[in-house]
């Protein structure tokens, strides 16, 4: 009987080390959180979110309202272009009409969370 060299995430689980251990471990790690994230996060709760973030209410509330975290709906934004997009035209949609995108002011006075306002809010000179 032969005895099967285990696979290089499980080495990891019995103390190897190595760099390739640990590079599969965390590959393995990654792709389980990401898929408990995107089981969380289904079509219909992004869109629910979405709507929320259109009429008005503020990401965090809109992600606890649909039992999930504000760093899962961030982290799904990172990884999915169209979701992304979506909060983005929603949160342009829910700014008052005259708020100054792109601006400090847009983040800070108006509450708008769009990219440019977001982008203008971290950008500090």
């Not at 934004?77 to 601006?103: E, I, N």
């Amino acid at each position: 009987m032969t005895i099967q060299e285990p696979r290089p995430e499980s080495r990891w689980r019995y103390g190897a080390r190595d760099g390739t251990a640990r590079t599969a471990h965390n590959t393995q790690s990654r792709e389980w959180r990401r898929g408990v994230a995107d089981a969380a996060l289904t079509p219909e709760v992004r869109d629910r979110i979405v709507a929320m973030v259109a009429a008005g209410v503020g990401l965090p509330a809109a992600a606890r309202a649909v039992g999930t975290t504000y760093q899962q709906v961030r982290g799904a934004s990172w990884r999915d272009a169209a979701f992304a997009d979506a909060l983005d035209d929603a949160a342009v949609a829910a700014a008052p009409a005259d708020t100054p995108h792109g601006a400090t002011s847009g983040y800070r006075r108006y509450g708008c969370r769009c990219r440019d306002c977001r982008s203008a809010h971290h950008r500090r000179a």
